[in-house]
Structures are given as structure tokens and as C-alpha cells.
């Protein structure tokens, strides 16, 4: 077995996700061997508000990296989990996407951050292709200038 295989059969990894109920949510997911991310089981594990724009679903992080202002999830509404596997119509639906959500949200500034394929290589806890839209918080009382807004990859 290669190493990071094991990861690719499930769509959760939970060796990503050691922290307190996150790691709850996720073992409960692993359990029920379904997708988190997939349209028709979203919805089941996800609270905050989901709109659909073409190919992306679009809503907050449930467990945003801290310290954050905004923490927005671009998953993409098919099951897939690797950027090879992106249309080029998706593509050009996520530029669009990523244009309406930082004008609408007043996003001055902030990073975008693609998750796919193996989860042992993105760091991800869920291996169906996903992006992060996020606008750090440099005024919030746990903010430490020197690491920033910090995320895991690998």
C-alpha cells in the first residue's frame, strides 16, 4: 500500500483534523463514509448558509482558521478531488466567483488557497476538491504579527 493511498479511498482524513469537536464532526463523517462536501450530504453537516453559483458552492468556513475576519469555502459541486479535473468552464466560474465574493464583501485584502487531491500531501480533512477564501484579522487580540494567519499544508 503506498502511503498516502489509504487517504484517497476515504473522503475524510482524520489524522488531519486532532482538534476538539472539529475532530468529533470529522470522525463522525469518517464513520458514515460519505462526502461532507457532496450537494445532497452538505447540508448535514454544515449550519452556515450555502449558495450555488454554477459549479461552486459558496459559504463560510463552519471552522475558520483564527484570527480571521472572513473565512469563506468554494467547494466545487460535483465530486471531484483534483484541480486536473476542472473544467475550464469552472475555471473561469471560480475567477468570477472569487471577483463577486471579495467585491461584495469588501475583502481588501486576503488569500485564496485551492485544496486538492491526496489529503496527505494538502493537509486538507476533506478530499473533495475545495478552496479557501480568507481575510486575516491583524486587529484581533490574538493576532501575532510574526506568524500571521496560519494554515496547514501537508
Known sequence: EVHGARY????????NSKRGHYADV???????????????QLANFHKNPIRRHGHWIVTNNMYP????KQHILLIHAE?????RDLSNEAWSELQEVIKQETSDRNMVGGAFMM?????HFTGASVSHLHAHLIQ?????Q?????????????
Request: proline share 9%; net charge negative.
Open 136 to 140: 486575516s484579522d491583524p486587529e484581533a
Open 65 to 68: 482558521y483564527k484570527p480571521v
Open 142 to 154: 490574538d493576532y501575532d504579527p510574526e506568524l500571521g494567519l496560519r494554515a496547514r499544508i501537508g
Open 79 to 83: 465530486h471531484i478531488e483534483h484541480a
Open 8 to 15: 484517497m479511498a476515504a473522503f475524510v482524513n482524520e489524522q
Open 26 to 40: 470529522i470522525k463522525d463523517i469518517a464513520d458514515k463514509q460519505v462526502c461532507p462536501f457532496c450537494p445532497e
Open 115 to 119: 485544496r486538492f487531491g491526496d489529503t
